[in-house]
């Protein structure tokens, strides 16, 4: 479903990601581990065609994309949520995830009617809500909610381009231990056929919801395999795991 | 997102009730002053379309509107077209210009996009200025008011003309809160708040940007066939930076982004220009320190500070806190 064939990109001297390939199958959940600075949101950065790569190749459903703008990926099938709220702050929960579904389903240039009031968006803004447990908010402006139902909303904005390939950039990055595990549901009970690829720090939720896991340091892909197999690897414990073993 | 608030459909009811009764009763000078107040309502409209609505600031509108005005008195004059045809052709002109200055000028946000259409604006400006063809610095006259003796309406009288702008002030109005309801529309809100996360969602950002102020163009390509009628007289001033920082302040004194504001602005700014020039040469000064008060009052120009008084004594809805468990 998503694919990248040695992905390399560099700012001036330093290498950022170097040869990553990837393979997620159609419904695989996979999460992308690695400290600091490891590469990841650059790496998502270029899946999604905010970067481009300086070379390698990005394929989405057996096409290749690298040449496309972010918009024309998007149309394709690939939605992302983003490490830090990318909202539209000062509109309505409904209209946020609203708009999105509007954009996604052809809506958002028309002149002759209000996407808004279609059956088609209302239907999906109803069902993303009740995914993301946002139901009760919908009429609550985005500046005037807490952070937490922000997080959920920047996840919710993305499931409602009803995509086939999600990327999820540490949606669970500044919430509480509840809440993170209210995002553990929320992930395992999105529809099976939903390719997800998701940068996450959280260990427990990592172990929990991934079917494959990779570990990305300095850029390149140092672990590649299933969530037993990461546990039990002494190279993660010595880049990464080693402190959350630790702890 | 863009609503009919009953504070809105209210003083839309009103201007148009004042409106309408002042052109019943006004002399000849208060029907010239309702047409002025029209042009510039048709303008500010166009402006807050894609100004308060899809924050792109622009200071080519002053050129939109010169080039409708120019093309429609050229059409009207040179081309011997009728006056309807003429407005359909002058509008398509400046739709089609600011369709190019909206997709040249989309990458850019902030004071590069209005530099961006003010360098558009000035070269319009200076094309006209420059131009034999149409006349130089002194202008072109002739333009045609529409004939509309077959339905018992004699343009030429100005209480007629009043009415028939007032019209065309309801048609910008019906236009630009018909794209503001639309796909487009919605678009545009967005844009306004977070440009990257459309572009993400899948939305082609120049596309709707240009399109938008094609839409706005065209309104204001109307403006330009009303004041070419109005006067019948058409000079390179109508394209100046002038006329689109007029119009900005104009949109700014009666409420970015409301719609029903800037033309509320409008009419106050028609009104104190006429009424303090009568008393000093230097009424731009005090027009000034009314601006940098509203400004400075933090509320969004006239409008704005009637919507926030009003939503203050409305009690507030309680926002749920967040589920411990999301």
Known sequence: MLETRSLSKSFGPIQVTRNVSLKLEKGERRVILGPNGAGKTTLFNQLVGELRPDSGTIHLDGADVTALRVADRARRGLSRSYQKNTLFDGLTIAENLGLAAAVALGKGQGLWSDPLQSAEVRETVRDVAAQVDLAPHLDARVDAVSYGIRRQLEVGIALATRPKVILMDEPTSGVGPEMSKGFHRLLKALPRDLTILIIEHDMDLAFDVADTITVLNYGEVVFDGLPEAARGSSLLKDIYLGAWEDA | ?326
């Open chain 2, 1 to 326: 997102m863009f609503t009919h608030t009953p504070l809105r459909l209210a003083t839309l009811a009103l201007l148009a009730a004042a409106a309408l009764t002042y052109a019943a009763v006004a002399g000849f000078f208060g029907l010239e002053i309702l047409a002025e107040i029209a042009i510039l309502a048709i303008l500010v409209i166009a402006l807050d379309l894609v100004a308060g609505f899809g924050g792109m600031v622009s200071l080519c509108h002053g050129a939109l509107l010169g080039v409708g005005a120019y093309a429609f008195t050229v059409a009207a004059n040179d081309a011997g077209l009728t006056a309807l045809p003429a407005m359909i052709l002058a509008i398509a002109l400046s739709t089609a210009l600011a369709f190019v200055i909206g997709a040249v000028c989309a990458r850019s946000t902030g004071i590069y996009f209005i530099m961006a259409t003010l360098a558009f604006g000035q070269m319009a400006y200076s094309f006209v200025f420059q131009s034999p063809l149409y006349g130089g610095d002194d202008g072109l006259s002739g333009a045609p008011r529409p004939d509309l003796s077959a339905l018992g309406i004699d343009l030429t009288d100005s209480r007629a003309f009043a009415l028939y702008a007032l019209l065309l002030v309801a048609l910008a109005y019906a236009v630009a809160a018909a794209t503001l309801r639309s796909g487009l529309g919605r678009s545009l809100v967005g844009l306004h708040h977070n440009e990257k996360r459309l572009r993400a969602l899948g939305l082609t950002v120049w596309r709707a940007k240009a399109t938008a102020f094609a839409i706005s163009g065209a309104l204001a390509g109307l403006a330009g066939c009303l004041a070419a009628q109005h006067t019948q007289y058409v000079s390179p001033g109508l394209l100046s930076w002038t006329v689109s920082g007029e119009a900005l302040v104009v949109v700014i004194l009666g409420g970015l982004g409301t719609l029903v504001g800037p033309i509320l602005g409008a009419v106050l700014f028609v009104i104190l220009k006429h009424e303090i020039s009568a008393l000093t040469p230097y009424w731009h000064a005090i027009v000034g320190l009314i601006l940098i008060a509203v400004v400075m009052s933090r509320a969004n120009g006239v409008f704005g500070f009637l919507e926030t008084r009003l939503a203050a004594r409305k009690p507030q809805p309680q926002v749920k806190e967040a589920k411990a468990d999301a």
